[in-house]
Structures are given as C-alpha cells and as structure tokens.
C-alpha cells in the first residue's frame, strides 16, 4: 500500500485511456502527456499504459508502506525523500515507511509517477484514468486515500537520461493538419492563424487549452455538431481557439480548423499558462499521395 498525505493543486490516476467508446459518447481521456507516462513505466519495469499519478503543479507527497522502485518523468520537478533532496528523481529506490515529495515544476504543467507494479484501481469501460469532463474512473486524488500496489517485475537497464522529455519552457510550435473545417476561413485568417502569437490562458485544463491572441472571425460560421478527437483546434464565437486535449468531448458545434499532430499535442498538454504557441500547418496531402500511401 501507499497512502497520500498531500494531493497537491490536482492529481489523478491515468493510464492510456479508454478507447472505442466515442459512438456511446466516452471520451478515450487518459494521460494528458501519453509519452511521459510510457517513460516512467518503462524505467520501473510495468507495461507502458500501467495507471500511474498524473500531478498537475506538483505538492504529491506519498508514504510507502512497502519498498518499491518509482520513475519521475514529464514536467520537471525538485523531489525530495524524507525530506531530503534528490538530485536525479528519475528513477528511485524507496524502502517501507519512505516519505516522498513532489515540488513545483520549474516549466510545463504535468509530472508522472510511476511505482513498479502499477497502482491497482478499479477501471471503467477498460480504463483507469479519470476523466474530468465526464467524471469516468477513479476520483481526484485526495489527502490520506490509500492505493495498492501490484507486485514489481524486473525493471530494464534504460538510461535515467530518456526520461527528459520535450517539455515546452516559454515557447512552442505545435505542427497540425488543416481541416476539416478549415474551408470555412477565408485565406486572410488562415495566414493570420498560423502567423499569429497565441498565449495559454489560466483557463486550460486537460479538456482543452485555451488561447488567447488577435481573434479569428468565426461568429457567423453555423455547423451542425460533429465528432471531435484530441488535438482538434476549435474556433469558437469568441475567436479565440481551444486546442482539445485528454478530455475533449466527442462532439462538438464549432468549426475545427486544423488538427494538431499526435508528436506534438502532448507538447501543448504541457504548455502553462502563459506560454506561447505558434502553429506550423503540414503540407496538404494530395489525393495521388493518399493513393500511394
């Protein structure tokens, strides 16, 4: 067992979500940054969707009641056992009564930790991630909630060093695809679309991150609803566009103008407010090279 003495801002148990449910209207929701969550299995030895803790702004402090290895990855964080600072958190060796504590990232949003043997949580329609939106699975992590831990297996020799991931300081370029609804925006709000600054409001959450910048004209533009998947860019009344993220809904009645690249939607996922995002359109797929490929 593990028992939580402090959440921190929000913590939730996430794995790689569920998937095949979006004609029920279930969102696949998951980890919000997928490739940090792989990572901090793999350096622990579980399978790379295990459940482990998402932390959003860090403050997680556990106590462990049994030896255990864990794996700290995605936005970086100070982590201290006892009390003590650790001055390589990826990967520890923690013994029974063992207390550990996550600080405030210094960039990004969203840290992972990964005990070996996984975190055994009732799952929902095969997942064990909670979904904010819809409240699927296992509730916020909260103060002296207890888990289970499920028994380690051998971990891999795997470098501490491919924990680092791409975590995004004060600026990123996320590169998308245009459409589907990107025939709705005449030539002048695609360019500025793609040449405008936009900043991370202190609205985002891991339904969605909300820009703010020189707003696009989409007041006028009526759709009826359709479906919705993680990485859409909406552009609602406002002009204001939203990027979905883990736990978008499946549907949606505002114009999508482009879908950012599964590569790059876990970057946005660790975008804090206040960053900026600039967006890189792929080249337009023919229909000779959809035929090719």
């Not at 794996?71 to 520890?92: I, K, M, Q, W």
């Not at 509730?139 to 297996?153: C, K, L, N, Q, Y």
């Not at 939203?242 to 790059?264: C, K, M, N, Q, S």
Request: proline share 9%; aromatic share 6%; net charge neutral.
């Amino acid at each position: 067992m593990l028992s939580v003495l402090e959440p921190g801002p929000l913590t939730t148990v996430q794995d790689l979500g569920r998937t095949g449910y979006a004609h029920l209207g279930v969102s696949p929701s998951g980890a919000a940054d997928r490739e940090a969550l792989r990572m901090a299995n793999r350096l622990v030895g579980n399978p790379p969707g295990s459940p482990a803790f998402e932390c959003t702004l860090g403050g997680l402090r556990l106590r462990f009641g049994a030896a255990r290895i864990v794996a700290v990855t995605g936005a970086p964080v100070p982590v201290s056992v006892n009390g003590r600072p650790v001055a390589d958190a990826a990967r520890l060796r923690l013994g029974a009564g063992d207390e550990l504590a996550l600080g405030t990232p210094c960039h990004g949003l969203r840290s992972y930790l990964a005990v070996a043997g996984g975190l055994l949580v009732e799952t929902v329609l095969g997942g064990a991630g909670h979904d904010l939106l819809a409240g699927h699975g296992p509730s916020p992590v909260r103060r002296a909630d207890t888990f289970r831990i499920g028994e380690p297996h051998a971990y891999p020799v795997i470098p501490t060093e491919l924990a680092v991931n791409r975590i995004p300081f004060a600026e990123l370029t996320a590169e998308f695809r245009w459409g589907p609804r990107d025939d709705l925006f005449d030539a002048a709000q695609r360019q500025r679309f793609i040449t405008g600054t936009w900043r991370v409001s202190a609205e985002t959450n891991r339904v969605g991150a909300r820009l703010s910048g020189t707003p696009l004209e989409s007041e006028d533009i009526h759709i009826a609803s359709e479906g919705m998947v993680r990485g859409s860019v909406q552009i609602p009344p406002s002009g204001q566009p939203i990027v979905f993220l883990a736990d978008h809904p499946v549907t949606g009645g505002y114009p999508v103008i482009g879908v950012v690249t599964e590569r790059d939607i876990d970057k946005v996922a660790q975008a804090a407010p206040g960053s900026i995002i600039h967006f890189r359109p792929l080249p337009r797929r023919t229909r000779t090279a959809e035929a090719a490929a």
